[in-house]
C-alpha cells in the first residue's frame, strides 16, 4: 500500500514552508510513523551529499534528519543552482546534467516530470506518509504551463495541501484569498487548511480575521504559529543572513564571513553563530569587514566570478592587509580555491573568465575541469601547528561538493581523508587542504567543518590564546535532536493536529493504524 502524502504550499517564497515541513516530519516520527520529506525542484547553492556521493538540497537533508532517516537523492531529485542571473546548474538525481538559461530549462520539463514522479512514487513504497514542500507560490500565472512542483505533484499524488502565508510581511489575507482565487477549481479542491505563519502579538486580534476567511472560503485555517527566536535549525537560503541575530553578550571572538553573490552552504558556520564566545558577521563591503580576528571565504557557486567581486569591493586587498596584521584566515572549497595564487577555468565551465589571480595566501593553483566531486568524508587532522595547535589526530566528517584540481606546494595538507563512502580510498588516505608556514592560513575542500565540535574547539582556543582573551565556558551546544524537538513542540501546539491527521488519512493513534494496515 503507498505511503499517504501531505504538501505544504506557499503564499511566496521564504513564507517559512521549509520549517513547517520540518516540524511536520519531526512530529509524525514522534508519533511513531515511518516519514520522508519531498521537494521535486529545489533551488539554492546550500546543498548536501548523500551517503551514495548525490547532491540534493541541503533542506531536504534536514528534514530527513527531522524524520530521523538517512537523506536520499529521491527527496530531492532536482536541484538548481544559481550561477548567475538567469543561469543554473540542473542537477538530476544528485548529478549534474548541464547549465541552462530559464527559458532553456523550460524545455526540459517532460523529461525532468519522470525523475519527479517515480521519485515520490519511490518513498511512498517505502514510508507511511511523504510531506512534500512546494517552490514559491503555486499561483504564479506565467509558469504554472510547466510546473513540476506545485499543483503538479498535488495532483498526481492526489494530496491535501496546507497553504502557508507569512503575516509578518502583512496582508495575510489578500496573500491566501488571492493564491486561492489564481487556481483552477480542482487545484483549490486540494487546498484543506490555511497555516497563518509567524505571528507576533495578540492572537485575540485576528480572531475577526479568521473568521471572515473561513467563511469567505469554506477552508478551515489549521493554525496559527508564533514567530520563534530560540529554535535553532539550519536555514534553507542565504537571505536568513540578512537577519543575523546580535552578538553575544560574552563574545570575546570577532569572525567575519565574506558574504559573497553565489554564497553556497553557508550553514557550514551555524556552530560558530551558536557559540556564546564568538560573533560571528556576515560582511560585502570593506566597511563592514572592521579587523576580526578570523576571515573565513566560504564555498561559493561560482569561485572566478565571485573572486572578481571580491577584487572590485577592495575585499581582496583588505583581507591580505588583515593578514598581514594578525588576522587567521581560513578558507572553504570555493574559499579555499581562492587563497591560492591563480584560478584558472580553460573550457569555461564556470563563467567567461579564463584566468584569475587568487589572493596569493597560499601557494597554490586551482583548474576548474569537468567533473564534479560530491562525497561524504571522514578523516582525521594531521597537522598540529597554528590554528589546529592541539588538535593532531582528532576525527573530521563532513562532505565536498566541488569542481577543479587544487595544486601547490610549501604548505602542510592538514587533513587526511580515510573514508569517501561511496568511493574507495586507497592506502592510509587522501590528503586535503593547506595550512601556510606560519599556521594562520588554511584553506580545505571538507564542507562541515565547524560542526565538528573537538576541533571547532581546538580551532577557537587557538584564537583565543593568539588574543590573550578566555572563552567563556559553552555548557549547552548545539544539539540538532534536542532542537527538531523544540520545533515539534512549537509547531504542534499551534496547529489543529486533528485536522492535520485527518485530511493526511493517518489515524493519530499508531499502534491501531498499523494493526489495522495487519
Known sequence: MAGQVLMVQGTASHVGKSVLVSALCRIFRQDGYRVAPFKAQNMSNNSYVTADGREIGRAQAVQADAAGVEARVEMNPILLKPEADHISQVVVMGRPLLTAKAKDYFGLKPQLWEAVHTSLDSLRADFDIVVVEGAGSPAEINLKKNEIVNMRVARYANAPVLLCGDIDRGGIFAFLVGTLELLEPEERELIKGFIINKFR??????????????????????????????????????????????????????VAVIQLPHISNFDDFDPLARHSGVELRYVDSTAQLGRPDLVILPGTK?????????????????????????????????????????????????????????????????????????????????????????????????????????????????????????????????????????????????????????????????????????????????????????????????????????????????????????
Not at 535553532?232 to 570575546?252: I, N, Y
Not at 565536498?400 to 580515510?418: N, Y
Open 201 to 254: 502579538g495578540d492572537p485575540g486580534l485576528l480572531t475577526d480575521g479568521i473568521t471572515w476567511l473561513e467563511e469567505r472560503t469554506g477552508i478551515p485555517v489549521a493554525g496559527l504559529v508564533h514567530y520563534y527566536r530560540d529554535i535553532h535549525v539550519p536555514e534553507e537560503d542565504s537571505v536568513a543572513l540578512d537577519d543575523a541575530p546580535a552578538a553575544p553578550s560574552q563574545a570575546v571572538l570577532d
Open 302 to 518: 561560482t569561485t572566478i566570478p565571485d573572486l572578481a567581486w571580491m577584487n572590485e569591493q577592495g575585499l581582496s586587498q583588505a583581507v591580505k592587509e588583515l593578514h598581514a596584521g594578525g588576522a587567521a584566515v581560513v578558507g572553504v572549497c570555493g574559499g579555499y580555491q581562492m587563497l591560492g595564487t591563480k584560478v584558472s577555468d580553460p573550457e569555461h565551465i564556470e563563467s567567461s573568465i579564463t584566468e584569475l589571480d587568487g589572493l596569493g595566501l597560499l601557494n597554490l593553483t586551482t583548474v576548474f575541469e569537468g567533473s564534479k566531486e560530491t562525497h561524504r568524508i571522514n578523516g582525521r587532522v594531521v597537522a598540529a601547528t597554528g590554528l589546529l595547535a592541539g588538535a593532531s589526530g582528532m576525527p573530521v566528517s563532513g562532505y565536498e561538493i566541488h569542481m577543479g584540481r587544487t595544486v601547490g606546494e610549501g604548505f602542510s595538507p592538514p587533513f587526511r581523508i580515510e573514508d569517501r563512502g561511496d568511493v574507495p580510498v586507497t592506502g592510509a588516505g587522501d590528503l586535503d587542504g593547506a595550512l601556510d608556514a606560519s599556521g594562520s592560513v588554511m584553506g580545505t575542500y571538507i564542507h562541515g567543518l565547524f560542526h565538528n565540535g573537538e576541533l571547532r574547539t581546538a580551532m577557537l582556543n587557538e584564537l583565543a590564546r593568539r588574543k590573550g582573551v578566555s572563552l567563556p565556558d559553552l555548557t549547552n551546544d548545539l544539539d540538532l535532536d534536542r532542537e527538531y524537538d523544540k520545533l515539534a513542540d512549537w509547531v504542534r501546539s499551534s496547529l489543529d493536529m486533528d485536522l492535520v491527521y485527518r485530511i493526511s488519512g493517518l489515524s493519530r493513534d499508531y499502534d491501531a493504524a498499523r494493526g489495522s494496515n495487519g
